[in-house]
């Protein structure tokens, strides 16, 4: 596989503690594989690391710190957004990824829906909901951004997944 590139959006100190340890019981628990917990701006973006670091540099001193916050946990039938907590999509979060998508030159379909993937996989709905039932709340949870995470992504698999660069965020 030819590596791709991704920017991701990472909780730091007790949200990243919390989100770490509800992904790491959720991978014990269905067998499926441990990921960094994260928000990812922008996917799939081809080109050599050197472009992508010089676009991801753009972007970063195009963008001041903003706020995530986190909502209500829903599930959809795709193994990388098996079970997630939704992100408010508020006009700084869309507006980064409108700013990175003009910057890497990226179409805007299908639109940006951010969220927070807490389990990877394929499972059946009734486990799906069932899972979310006994989920910690984690409404309301916000964390702030500062930083724009390169990634390299090898396979499929989150073990073949690199942070490569950061990133600050302009003050």
Same mark, same amino acid.
């Given at each position: 596989?030819?590596?791709? !590139? !991704?920017?991701?959006?990472?909780?730091?100190?007790?949200? =990243?503690?919390?989100?770490?340890?509800?992904?790491?019981?959720?991978?014990?628990? !269905?067998?499926?594989?441990? *990921?960094?917990?994260?928000?990812?701006?922008?996917?799939?973006?081809?080109? %050599?690391?050197?472009?992508?670091?010089?676009?991801? %540099?753009?972007?970063?001193?195009?963008?001041?710190?903003? &706020?995530? =916050?986190?909502?209500?946990?829903?599930?959809?039938?795709?193994?990388?957004?098996?079970?997630?907590?939704?992100?408010?999509?508020?006009?700084?979060?869309?507006?980064?990824?409108?700013?990175?998508?003009?910057?890497?030159?990226?179409?805007? &379909?299908?639109?940006?829906?951010?969220?927070?993937?807490?389990? !990877?996989?394929?499972?059946?709905?009734?486990?799906?909901?069932?899972?979310?039932?006994?989920?910690?709340?984690?409404?309301?949870? /916000? *964390?702030?951004?500062?930083?724009? =995470?390169?990634?390299?992504?090898?396979?499929?698999?989150?073990? &073949?997944? /690199?942070?490569?660069?950061?990133?600050?965020? %302009?003050?």
């Amino acid at each position: 596989m030819i590596p791709r !590139y !991704y920017i991701w959006l990472i909780p730091a100190g007790e949200i =990243h503690a919390r989100l770490t340890a509800a992904i790491a019981e959720l991978g014990r628990k !269905y067998a499926a594989p441990m *990921f960094e917990p994260h928000v990812t701006l922008l996917g799939d973006l081809p080109g %050599s690391e050197e472009e992508i670091a010089i676009h991801t %540099s753009q972007l970063a001193r195009r963008l001041t710190p903003y &706020d995530i =916050h986190l909502t209500t946990a829903a599930y959809e039938d795709a193994y990388f957004r098996c079970l997630f907590l939704n992100v408010e999509e508020t006009p700084l979060v869309m507006e980064a990824n409108a700013r990175g998508k003009t910057i890497f030159n990226q179409p805007d &379909d299908p639109p940006y829906k951010p969220h927070l993937s807490l389990l !990877y996989g394929n499972y059946p709905v009734p486990l799906k909901t069932q899972i979310i039932a006994t989920l910690p709340s984690f409404q309301g949870v /916000h *964390f702030s951004v500062t930083a724009l =995470h390169v990634i390299r992504v090898e396979s499929r698999n989150p073990k &073949d997944w /690199h942070k490569i660069r950061t990133f600050p965020l %302009s003050e």
